[in-house]
């Protein structure tokens, strides 16, 4: 799941269903269609301070302008999946510290736009009237407007502010509130406009110095303005429509992310076509679970390839359908997540499409995505995905920060695997040079794993497995069998994995080809003791037990 974890709170809290908080007036229209399934809290009037207190509650936050979504009220949301702004301005939140966090912002972009323009030329018609009516030559500067688009509705663009300045009798605002846009009218700006300019801002205050606004008013170097929040409250978008329309759109987003699924306005997250996301969902939870396989099984500090070499250089192919899909965003989340959740808590948050490539960088980790255009057909499926951890280029030296991540994560790795080998010999040296492979497809909407390392197999990746590296010779089930039944732990399936061909094909020496993985799913984890006592002569040369 890309967006949200799915959980209803990490303190073992009590309700069933998702808390969303709604510190602001939020129209009921949308409000109606959240208390089916969420428990819903209208909490108007509560200071900085006590929504502080409350917030660590609650899955969901829905706000207009007012309330202050800030750093530390993030970093205090434990629960939080989603901050919805019931409008279009986000400026009131820390969308960095959300993302970080793996907070989804939504917004509102088109639901009160018709009130603030109608708003906008409410404000200036005085103006407008005195300078002669409505029929207006519209000029404008905007350095990411579409140029056909603005052709289409009759508007010229101008090449810079500063031009714009020097034309424009009506001079009006329409930008979000961010650092480029901060005091972007200012004296030296004002200075430059006609005196018998007009300006109207519907948008933010912010933007225009109001002290400098003030001033060229005073001085009358420009003849007026029209500003909303000051001339009039702040109430652009205050329609009964406005507010229906926004409140709509951001609740049923709320519930779209708190169930799994993707919002349509994320301001943090890529947009992603819901057909694309339908094919997406079962390779998110084939890939996240060939993730945690690699760290499991692989990335083990007791095992040849694993101490002192959890990898952070990753392939990830994608074969078949998936190749051609515009977005895998989701998929590589899922590999983030996937790898990183069995060695860290990651500090409580929840890694999705917000917040994996942040994640993933913090750790030093590469994750390189390819698509291949190899025909899949004759495999049985319609896509596959490999996952390759290759060791790091000898020119890739990891940076200090890098390194103390990594040292983390190994120790950390060491101290849960319960990864045992039976012997170092120069087939371990080489091992840890070779690829550690895993690949995996989906069928009937489940996933299944096809290959883990040189072996080729057919396991769902589910439940506690206990996976042996022994020779194929007699006896070695029996022995691992036994030991279990002593310890108590009942066998569900067992599978024996041989050498793949095209693995065998790529060099491996004959003593290697005749060795197999032991694939035995089980009801319990595995005592590392117990695991201990499986290697040997008579038993396996490695063991690993990973849960999935
Ligand atoms: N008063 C109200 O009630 C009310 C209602 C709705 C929207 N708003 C505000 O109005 C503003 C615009 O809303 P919108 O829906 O039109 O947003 P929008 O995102 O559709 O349009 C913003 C435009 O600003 C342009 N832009 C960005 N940086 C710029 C820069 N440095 N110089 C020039 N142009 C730049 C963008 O390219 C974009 O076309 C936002 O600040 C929003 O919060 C206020
Ligand atoms: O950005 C917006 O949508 C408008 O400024 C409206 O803000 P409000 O919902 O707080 O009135």
Redesign the pocket.
């Known amino acids: 799941m890309p967006v949200s974890n799915g959980t209803n709170g990490s303190n073992g809290a009590t309700s069933p269903r998702p808390k969303v908080l709604i510190p602001?007036k939020v129209s009921p229209d949308g409000l109606a269609l959240l208390s089916a399934s969420l428990e819903v809290h209208e909490r108007k009037g509560l200071s900085p301070e006590q929504l502080l207190e409350i917030i660590p509650d609650y899955d969901a936050l829905i706000?207009?302008?007012?309330t202050k979504v800030n750093a530390q009220l993030l970093n205090a949301a434990r629960r939080l999946k989603v901050v919805a702004?019931?409008?279009?301005?986000?400026?009131?939140v820390d969308v960095e510290t959300a993302t970080k966090n793996g907070i989804v912002v939504v917004?509102?972009p088109s639901?009160?736009?018709n009130a603030?323009a109608e708003h906008t030329i409410a404000l200036g018609l005085t103006v407008a009237r005195i300078a002669g009516g409505l029929g207006m030559h519209l000029i404008a500067y905007d350095p990411y407007a579409n140029t056909s688009l603005a052709a289409a509705a009759s508007v010229t663009l101008l090449p810079d502010l500063a031009s714009l300045l020097t034309a424009a009798d009506f001079f009006t605002i329409h930008t979000?509130l961010i650092a480029s846009t901060k005091g972007m009218i200012s004296a030296p700006e004002l200075a430059t406009m006609k005196p018998t300019a007009r300006i109207l801002n519907?948008?933010?205050g912010g933007m225009i110095d109001e002290s400098a606004l003030l001033d060229a008013l005073n001085a009358g170097t420009i003849a007026g303005a029209g500003l909303?929040v000051v001339a009039t409250p702040?109430?652009?978008?205050?329609t009964v429509e406005?507010?229906e329309n926004?409140s709509i759109d951001v609740c049923e987003q709320v519930l779209s992310i708190l169930s799994g699924q993707l919002p349509r306005s994320a301001v943090n997250a890529p947009l992603i076509l819901p057909e694309e996301y339908r094919t997406l969902q079962p390779f998110v939870s084939l890939v996240e679970k060939m993730g945690s396989l690699y760290t499991q099984h692989f990335a083990s500090g007791a095992r040849p390839g694993g101490s002192g070499n959890f990898r952070t250089t990753f392939d990830l192919t994608y074969e078949g359908s998936l190749a051609s899909l515009n977005t895998t965003k989701p998929l590589f989340a899922a590999l983030v997540k996937g790898i990183l959740a069995p060695i860290s808590s990651l500090d409580g948050v929840n890694v999705n499409i917000v917040n994996a490539e942040l994640v993933a960088k913090e750790r030093g980790i590469l994750i390189n995505e390819n698509r291949s255009r190899e025909d899949v057909e004759e495999k049985g499926y319609t896509s596959f995905v490999t996952l390759r951890a290759r060791t790091r280029r000898a020119s890739s030296v990891p940076s200090a920060q890098e390194r103390g991540t990594l040292n983390r994560q190994q120790s950390s790795v060491q101290e849960r695997g319960t990864l045992v080998r039976q012997q170092s010999s120069t087939a371990d040296v080489r091992l840890q040079q070779e690829d550690q492979v895993i690949q995996g497809f989906v069928s009937g909407n489940l996933p299944y794993i096809s290959r883990l390392g040189r072996f080729s197999t057919n396991i769902s990746p589910s439940g506690t497995l206990l996976i042996c590296r022994n020779f194929d010779s007699c006896g070695r089930i029996g022995f691992v069998g036994s030991k279990l039944g002593k310890a108590g732990v009942n066998i569900n399936f067992m599978t024996v994995a041989p050498v793949d061909a095209p693995a065998a094909e790529e060099g491996a020496e004959v003593e290697r080809s005749s060795e197999a993985l032991m694939i035995l799913g089980v009801d319990r984890p595995v005592e590392d003791e117990v695991v201990r006592s499986l290697i040997g002569d008579e038993g396996v040369l490695e063991a690993s037990v990973v849960t999935l």
């Open positions: 602001e706000v207009r302008s007012e702004r019931a409008g279009v301005g986000v400026d009131n917004n509102s639901g009160n736009i603030a979000p519907v948008a933010r909303d702040h109430l652009g978008a205050s406005a507010q926004v």
